[in-house]
């Protein structure tokens, strides 16, 4: 089984302390965790970024400024200009008047409610599919496999626009929320990751020594699935978890920026960045662009680092 982690029993702690060998693999896991530095930074950084999300009606309350509220008196000179960064717009104000740093914090709720949801869904389908690809084999991996190549062979945006298209009702409004359609086509695209990975994963393990006997003494495969696959597949496929996230959050952005994502005036960091080059503006004005796009860089540098410390941390070179 891996996450085992064995000690000396000489530098076990004094007073009956429970050693890393019978604390369990989870313990011992949320141990390495929290010596990882990487984990540290990166969880440090999302934080701090899922906290600015969270208190975004906080900040709305204290500066008075809605996320789609526009102050063209106050921050837009006579010549159509945006104000810059001040007392009352903290990163400056957009073309319309806007205030860019609500519309940024804000923004980081859709990213973050559309990228966890579609990666989560992902990993929860792609990881039963490539458990039942791996273990069972012969037609069920033939169909699964077909299946995933036929998903990777549509084109990413293609497929968006074509189900945006088809999401629209008589009057031209959306029949699904769109931040819903957003999720399910990433998702669409990101299970097949999970699936080929965890199915190579099982595929090897079910050659292991441990698994085997298992098989050898009768154990029914649910419970060889349970116990002795799972526990091995899980954390590698948390860590790509961790590294599929942000580059979904980056696809959510793609999608706004082309308008096939969160419709304006809903602000996301896509369309923010894309309302951003249409006016030209952020050629003298350059906070229109910093806003969103240092909230999309710190975000996904710190998902990035969150799941190198993850991959480190659940390392079976490193556990024994």
């Known amino acids: 089984m891996s996450l085992r982690i064995t000690v000396d029993p000489a530098h076990a702690g004094e007073h009956g302390a429970v050693s890393p060998a019978t604390e369990g693999p989870w313990r011992s896991f949320a141990r390495a965790l929290a010596k990882e530095r990487l984990v540290i930074a990166g969880a440090s950084i999302v934080g701090v970024v899922v906290l600015l999300a969270l208190l975004a009606p906080v900040f709305v309350a204290i500066t008075g400024h809605g996320p789609t509220d526009q102050f063209r008196d106050q921050a837009v000179d006579g010549f159509g200009i945006p104000v810059g960064p001040n007392s009352s717009f903290w990163f400056g104000a957009d073309g319309s008047g806007r205030d860019v740093f609500i519309r940024a ?78 999720v399910v086509v990433i998702a669409l695209f990101s299970w097949t990751f999970f699936a080929r990975i965890v199915r190579g994963q099982v595929i090897e393990l079910r050659r292991r020594p441990f698994v085997e006997a298992a098989e050898a003494v009768g154990a029914s495969r649910a419970r060889i699935i349970r116990r002795e696959i799972i526990p091995n597949v899980l954390p590698l496929a948390i860590v790509y978890w961790g590294v599929q996230l942000p580059l979904n959050i980056v696809g959510e952005a793609t999608l706004s920026f082309l308008g096939v994502g969160v419709v304006p005036p809903t602000p996301s960091w896509g369309n923010m960045i894309a309302d951003a080059q249409a006016s030209a503006l952020f050629q003298s004005q350059p906070w229109m662009l910093l806003g969103p796009g240092l909230f999309l860089i710190v975000t996904v540098l710190g998902f990035n680092l969150l799941s190198s410390g993850l991959q480190n941390a659940l390392d079976p070179a490193r556990s024994r």
């Open 105 to 182: 914090v804000t923004g980081a709720q859709v990213s973050l409610a559309v990228g966890i949801p579609a990666t989560t869904l992902a990993l929860l389908v792609g990881t039963t599919l490539g458990l039942i690809a791996g273990y069972f084999g012969g037609r069920a991996d033939a169909v699964i496999s077909l299946l995933i190549d036929v998903t990777l062979s549509f084109p990413f945006l293609v497929t968006a626009l074509c189900l945006v298209i088809l999401n629209r009702g008589e009057n031209g409004q959306p029949i699904v929320p769109p931040v819903t359609v957003v």
